[in-house]
T-cell receptor
Framework: SQKIEQNSEALNIQEGKTATLTCNYT??????LQWYRQDPGRGPVFLLL?????KEKRKERLKVTFDTTLKQSLFHITASQPADSATYLCALDGENAGNMLTFGGGTRLMVKP | DTGVSQNPRHKITKRGQNVTFRCDPI?????LYWYRQTLGQGPEFLTYFQNEAQLEKSRLLSDRFSAERPKGSFSTLEIQRTEQGDSAMYLC????????????FGPGTRLTVL
């Protein structure tokens, strides 16, 4: 079955630096990949979607890359701020026309002032 | 607020009792999803509706779980004969159009089974 791996250890960085989070997957070739942000006690919030034929996508301080050969997506936050501290989840479309999302376990990001 | 809403936000119940949760999606969204999330894990897909039709159900979903979306608007998720392992956050999400669009999540219902 498909498996999605995100670093379960928290990522601690200093304010102003670039945060890079990794999402690796196996046993599947997704048509698209999404990144979400989740704050404690709240539902996930959509950030970016990247399709299999796109190598990179940007939105303000966010950048996502998608390497279908390596089966990996990287999520970058440039000029990080303490307000960026949250858990970041990657999600891949399911096996049936993308009607479901399969989420990774998420990586907690802590940005220190 | 026109986002996805869920009620109740918290539910504490005793093992063996039945519970029902409600989700009100964004009004024009035709797709509705239920997920379950435990601490330290990502959301796990449970079931999916397109309008009033339940089109997908996770193989992991016990037959104690049932979901409805009778008029293609709000949805309910019922868990019968709750077990301690059912304790989790139950998230509802909605989206519009194709399967490739972003999903909008509600705040979730946290269930604790004693």
């Amino acid at each position: 079955s498909q498996k999605i791996e995100q670093n379960s250890e928290a990522l601690n960085i200093q304010e102003g630096k670039t945060a890079t989070l990794t999402c690796n997957y196996t046993n599947y070739s997704p048509a698209y990949l999404q990144w979400y942000r989740q704050d404690p006690g709240r539902g996930p919030v959509f950030l970016l979607l990247i399709r299999e034929n796109e190598k990179e996508k940007r939105k303000e301080r966010l950048k996502v890359t998608f390497d279908t050969t390596l089966k990996q997506s990287l999520f970058h936050i440039t000029a990080s701020q303490p307000a960026d501290s949250a858990t970041y989840l990657c999600a891949l479309d399911g096996e049936n026309a993308g009607n479901m999302l399969t989420f990774g376990g998420g990586t907690r990001l802590m940005v220190k002032p | 607020d026109t986002g996805v809403s869920q009620n109740p936000r918290h539910k504490i119940t005793k093992r063996g009792q039945n519970v029902t949760f409600r989700c009100d999606p964004i009004s024009e969204h035709n797709r509705l999803y239920w997920y379950r999330q435990t601490l330290g894990q990502g959301p796990e897909f449970l079931t999916y509706f397109q309008n009033e039709a339940q089109l997908e159900k996770s193989r992991l979903l016990s037959d104690r779980f049932s979901a409805e979306r009778p008029k293609g608007s709000f949805s309910t998720l019922e868990i019968q004969r709750t077990e301690q392992g059912d304790s989790a956050m139950y998230l509802c999400a909605s989206s519009f159009g194709t399967a490739y669009n972003e999903q909008f999540f509600g705040p979730g219902t946290r269930l604790t089974v004693l």
